[in-house]
C-alpha cells in the first residue's frame, strides 16, 4: 500500500527566513497531495493542496511543488512568522479511494 | 466559517467500557471519515461513510469499531469494548463530495483508556 515519508521531524528556522518540508510517497497512483497545518490542541487544518496533474501552486507565502517522476513534495514557507510555528502533516490520496495517507508530521518552530 | 466540531474534548475510561464518541460533520458535507493518532505517531485512518453505509475501512477498524449517523446531523463512533491501545487523538472529517478530495478535520477526542 502508500507510503509517505515526511523529513525532517524538527525544524527550526529565525523569523523571517524560508522553511521547507518534504515528503515522498511509494504508490505513483497517488494524484492529490494536501498539507496540513495543526496547532496545538486543533485538529488538522487544511493550509494547501495540489493535484497531480499540476508541478506548482502558490497561496500567498505558502507554496507547494511536486515531482511525479521522482515522487516527492515539498511545502515551501517565505517569509516565516511567529504564527507560522505549529506541526506540519503532508498527505497524499488517490481518486478511487476515501482515504488520506499521513506523513509523520514536521515539527516547525520559528525563532524570534 | 463552517467548521467540524467533535465532543467529549476529553473522555477517560476503563478498560473494556463502551464509548461514544460524536461529531457534527459540516452541514452540507456528504461524506465522513475518523482517523485516530497514537501519541507519537502517523494519522492513521479507520473509516469512512457515506449514504448511510461504511465506503472504506482499514484494517484497525474490526469488529469492536461502528459508526452511525443517527439523524441529520451527527456522526459518531463507537468502540464495544476499550483495550489500553486504543487510547489516542480521533479525529472527525468530512468533505462535500469524493472528488473533491479536501477533507476538512475536527479538533479531535483524546481518548484515554485506563
Known amino acids: 500500500g502508500e507510503n509517505v515519508e515526511q523529513h525532517p521531524s524538527t525544524l527550526s528556522v529565525q523569523e523571517g527566513d524560508s522553511a521547507v518540508i518534504k515528503c515522498t510517497y511509494s504508490?505513483?497512483?497517488?494524484?492529490?497531495f494536501p498539507w496540513y497545518k495543526q496547532e496545538l490542541g486543533k485538529g488538522p487544518q487544511l493550509i494547501i493542496d495540489?493535484?497531480?496533474n499540476v508541478g506548482e501552486k502558490k497561496d500567498q507565502r505558502i507554496a507547494v511543488t511536486l515531482n511525479k517522476t521522482a515522487k516527492h513534495f515539498s511545502l515551501h514557507i517565505t517569509e516565516t512568522q511567529p504564527e507560522d510555528s505549529a506541526v506540519y502533516f503532508c498527505?497524499?490520496?488517490?481518486?478511487?479511494?476515501?482515504?488520506?495517507?499521513w506523513g509523520a508530521g514536521t515539527k516547525l518552530i520559528i525563532k524570534p | 466559517e463552517p467548521e467540524v466540531t467533535q465532543t467529549p474534548s476529553h473522555q477517560v475510561t476503563q478498560m473494556g467500557q463502551e464509548v461514544i464518541l460524536r461529531c457534527v460533520p459540516i452541514?452540507?458535507?456528504?461524506?465522513f471519515y475518523w482517523y485516530r493518532q497514537i501519541l507519537g505517531q502517523k494519522v492513521e485512518f479507520l473509516v469512512s461513510?457515506?449514504?448511510?453505509?461504511?465506503?472504506?475501512k482499514s484494517e484497525i477498524f474490526d469488529d469492536q469499531f461502528s459508526v452511525e449517523r443517527p439523524d441529520g446531523s451527527n456522526f459518531t463512533l463507537k468502540i464495544r469494548s476499550t483495550k489500553l491501545e486504543d487510547s489516542a487523538m480521533y479525529f472527525c472529517?468530512?468533505?462535500?463530495?469524493?472528488?473533491?478530495?479536501?477533507?476538512?478535520f475536527g479538533p479531535g477526542t483524546r481518548l484515554t483508556v485506563l
Open positions: 472529517a468530512s468533505s462535500e463530495v469524493r472528488g473533491a478530495n479536501e477533507q476538512f
Open positions: 452541514s452540507n458535507h456528504l461524506y
Open positions: 461513510f457515506y449514504n448511510n453505509e461504511i465506503s472504506e
Open positions: 504508490d505513483s497512483a497517488s494524484n492529490y
Open positions: 495540489i493535484r497531480s
Open positions: 498527505a497524499a490520496k488517490w481518486d478511487s479511494n476515501y482515504q488520506l495517507i
